[in-house]
């Protein structure tokens, strides 16, 4: 009999390290799923979760923007600004230019969830990188309102190179006509706050 208990407690012993082990494995395959989320990730299920997320932004230089994001792409995202604005507009955002996100609801929670199974090839938007979708606002020669680092400028879209773009400054409600450009600017994409269009 007082074999058969020690044998019990020692069967016991073994089952709670074993159950502890897995659960300190469990625990650290978690904490390296965590560690390798980038923040494009998280925007990534942030969006996914519910059709014309809102996000609430704090940009690099402080300001605060609410975007109900429309698409993303490798290295951007674009939505609709919403908030104290009296007029809808267009937005692309490079994710580079986030100084933080503050989540609302649940998003917090959604943001942490695994990529979905099955989806090794990201659709198209999701490889497309900023120079691209400025590349098509260049093409339509849409005026643009340019949020940077160190200012706001109004104008349009000339060329984009690999990591620069070039805006014609002229006043808003003009058309981009020789006479009309103030002066040309070349503006790296690391400046870019956001675009407005």
């Known amino acids: 009999m007082r074999w058969d208990r020690l044998f019990d407690d020692l069967e016991s012993q073994l089952e709670q390290e074993l159950d502890a082990e897995q659960s300190d494995l469990v625990a650290e395959e978690e904490r390296l799923r965590l560690g390798r989320l980038a923040l494009r990730d998280r925007l990534t299920e942030m969006i996914r979760s519910e059709a014309g997320a809102e996000l609430d932004l704090v940009l690099r230089d402080g300001s605060r923007i609410l975007l109900a994001v429309g698409s993303s792409g490798r290295d951007w995202i674009a939505g609709e600004l919403r908030g104290d604005t009296r007029v809808r507009a267009a937005c692309i955002l ?6 933080a996100v503050a989540p609302r609801g649940d998003q917090l929670a959604v943001s942490l969830g695994a990529p979905p199974v099955g ?5 198209l938007s999701a490889r497309l990188g900023l120079g691209f979708v400025l590349r098509e606002l260049s093409r339509r020669r849409s005026p643009v309102d340019l ?5 706001r400028v109004h ?22 006509r020789g ?3 103030r002066r040309t ?10 675009v407005r269009y």
Request: proline residues 10%; negative net charge.
């Open 185 to 194: 600017l070349l503006v790296p994409f690391s400046e870019i706050l956001f």
């Open 94 to 99: 490079p994710i580079a230019s986030i100084g």
């Open 147 to 151: 949020a940077t680092s160190w200012g």
């Open 179 to 181: 006479r009309a450009v």
């Open 155 to 176: 104008g349009t879209i000339d060329r984009i190179g690999r990591d620069h773009l070039d805006l014609a400054e002229h006043e808003p409600g003009a058309q981009r």
């Open 119 to 123: 989806d090794p090839q990201p659709e």
